[in-house]
Each structure stands twice: as C-alpha cells, then as structure tokens.
T-cell receptor
Framework: NAGVTQTPKFQVLKTGQSMTLQCAQD?????MSWYRQDPGMGLRLIHY???????DQGEVPNGYNVSRSTTEDFPLRLLSAAPSQTSVYFC??????????????FGNGTRLTVT | QQQVKQSPQSLIVQKGGISIINCAYE??????FPWYQQFPGKGPALLIA?????SEKKEGRFTISFNKSAKQFSLHIMDSQPGDSATYFC????????????FGKGTMLLVSP
C-alpha cells in the first residue's frame, strides 16, 4: 500500500498565485487533515475532514480552502499565496477520530516557498 | 493559547545515554497522549501512546511516563542510538466527537556517536 501520497514534493510560487496541494490515501480512512510545519511552531492544523462532503476548520485556516468529494482525496487550495504561507505542508489520515486512539498516518510533505 | 507545552526545543545526548523530553498540558479533558517521531524529509509517525488510566507505558527502549495530577507526561529513550536522531512531537486529544490532536512544538534530538 502507498499510504498517504502528497504531490508535489516541492513548489515555488510568487505572491498572489494560487495552487492546489494534492493528497490521496489508499487505506479507506474516513478522517483526513492538513497540517503546516514551521520552525519552532510544531504542527498546526489547517483543515480537516471527517468524511466525504464534510470539512471543518482547524487552528490556522485563513488563506486555505479544502473540499472532500471522495474518501481517497483531500486537496488543499491556496487562494492567493502570501510569503507567510511558506511552510512544509503535511496531509494525514486516520480510520477514526484521534480521540478514539486512532494513529495519524502522514504523507511525506510538500515544501512550499512563496516569494 | 498553547495547550501542549514541550521542552526542550533541542537535545544532544551521547550514544548509550538516556534522552528525556517533557510535555505539559492544560486541558483536563485530554485523555490520549501520543508521541510522534519525524525523520528529516519524512512525515511524522506514531511512536508510542498512553491513556491516563496508566502511569507508564514501555515499548522497547521507549517509555512514556504520565502524571495526571501534574498534567505532565514525558518520553524516555533508553540506550539512545544515533538512529534515534529525529524530531519528536508530543500530542494530546480528548475522546469525544471529532476531536483532533494538539501537538507540542517539537524537540530535535541528536544522538552523538
């Protein structure tokens, strides 16, 4: 099994450009989420989804959109990129909410630079 | 408001030594405390986790100690090896609804040969 696959691995954007970070999982997990990792800031939750058609905001949702049309895919859209969005982005999935002691399975990340 | 505080930010330990990373939480509703390990260029992966009904959980060289009254938990790595060099994140969540994990800021561990 591939697990959680993120594309692209690296991306450079100019301020104001838009793009979509792709995330796909083949474990039939209902729960998917997006985190950003910045030095000294740990992992911060951007958006999450508890199933197809259901999404909700996390800790740092501004500037990002998500949708969940299938169980497998959970893309993250940057509407108008800003330098503050320079970060490493991780997608994760789990078979149940974290409160049910379900481990998160992370992809290997997308390193985004906004100039 | 940072709900999970992790220390130290970085740690250097000699091979064979004990690595200790500490976390403190504020929300008494938290009842699941996992630790994630992240190698450079990779996503984090679950290392070990504990529930508050036990004070200690051991898996190989890795041990979580949990102090409910102090709202603290820690990761001990015994006989640390260079291959343990990674970033470690503590986290917490509550067993209700669609609870999400709250992560600490991470500890970068370097085990010197």
């Amino acid at each position: 099994n591939a697990g959680v696959t993120q594309t692209p691995k690296f991306q450079v954007l100019k301020t104001g450009q838009s793009m979509t970070l792709q995330c796909a999982q083949d474990m039939n997990h209902e729960y998917m989420s997006w985190y950003r990792q910045d030095p000294g800031m740990g992992l911060r939750l951007i958006h999450y989804s508890v199933g197809a058609g259901i999404t909700d905001q996390g800790e740092v949702p501004n500037g990002y959109n998500v949708s969940r049309s299938t169980t497998e895919d959970f893309p993250l859209r940057l509407l108008s990129a800003a330098p503050s969005q320079t970060s490493v982005y991780f997608c994760a999935s789990s078979y149940a909410p974290s409160g049910n002691y379900s481990p998160l399975h992370f992809g290997n990340g997308t390193r985004l630079t906004v100039t | 408001q940072q709900q999970v505080k992790q220390s130290p930010q970085s740690l250097i330990v000699q091979k064979g030594g004990i690595s200790i990373i500490n976390c403190a939480y504020e929300n008494t509703a938290f009842d699941y405390f996992p630790w994630y390990q992240q190698f450079p260029g990779k996503g984090p992966a679950l290392l070990i986790a504990i529930r508050p009904d036990v004070s200690e959980k051991k898996e190989g060289r890795f041990t979580i100690s949990f102090n409910k009254s102090a709202k603290q938990f820690s990761l001990h790595i015994m006989d640390s090896q260079p291959g343990d060099s990674a970033t470690y994140f503590c986290a917490a969540s509550k067993q209700s609804g669609y609870s999400t994990l709250t992560f600490g800021k991470g500890t970068m561990l370097l085990v010197s040969p």
